[in-house]
């Protein structure tokens, strides 16, 4: 694996961090992750202003006007043009002199840039919805959602509890109202009266979650998709209960807390997300429309050829 390292392209086995890092000693930095289809990354404008975001509020100076070219250059390296892509950015290691664990800076430090690239399916391979078992728990991390903070262990801790019941993911509720799930955001199609469904994803105003990039594309793509605050009650009564996210695509919750939702497997407003995600994947990337698989598969093999 070649990893992306303060500027330099590096194997990983011969990438070094100071263990003094703000990063590893408080956990102190923020990150993003990216997906690309062909070399291109989905809602990039989106990630490096959640990014630039996330640095001001920890009062860390980075540009991330420069993930762009970076993770060009790191897909290049790796030959990977569907795949997704982890930057994290870390205060940084203290200079000569300054305090070692200080919880205030005592003085300007050079930012640790990290990237690395794992592969992905190509968005001709996403036909359907994946289906995975969730549980249910309080969400106990700090307040702070909207930050793409790289502490996590609230997340993993949740995630090792539902693990442990035997489902794959977990939902965070806070006060009564749903939040996001661990790694993704989440959305529930909820029977009306009329015969008609509504699909309702929690506003970031009702609980402390982030503002996923899928999340916000499916929201200008979907008209009918609508952002409120989403009662746990809700959950109960939802014929599907879907995550979103960069990896996620859209993936349906047959199961929650061991009963069923709804049917049981995917259903038809998870493939209808899926189809309105993938346009609008192409649309943002400018790819036009669906291609045949033959000329698509050809088109992938050569790419990835020039870039190895």
Known sequence: MIIHLNGGLVPAEQAAISPLDRGFVFGEGVYEGLRSFRGR???????????RRGLQECRIDWDPGQLEEMTRDLLAACGLP?????????RGAPAPGQPMRSRVPAGAMKPTVLGFCTPQPALEQYRVPQAISAAVRPDT???????????????????????????????????????????????LALPRSDGTTELATPSLDSAPILPGVT?????????????RPVRVEELARASEVMLIGSTAMVTSITRL????????????????????????????LGLGAAEPPAAVILKTCVKSQAVA
């Open 41 to 51: 990354v989905v809602g990039s404008a989106h990630h490096a202003e959640r990014m």
């Open 82 to 90: 569907d795949a997704f892509i982890y930057w994290q950015v870390t």
């Open 141 to 187: 991390r700090w307040t702070r959602g909207s930050l793409k903070s790289t502490s996590m262990l609230g997340n993993v801790l949740a995630s090792l509890e539902a693990y442990e019941d035997g489902a794959q993911d977990a939902l965070l509720v806070r006060d009564g109202l749903v939040g996001e799930g661990t790694c993704a955001n989440v959305v």
């Open 257 to 284: 807390d061991g009963r069923p939702v709804g049917s049981g497997t995917p259903g038809p407003a998870a493939h209808s997300l899926l189809e309105s995600l993938i346009d609008a994947i192409r649309a943002d």
């Open 215 to 227: 999340r916000a594309l499916l929201l200008d793509w979907v008209p009918e998709m609508v952002s």
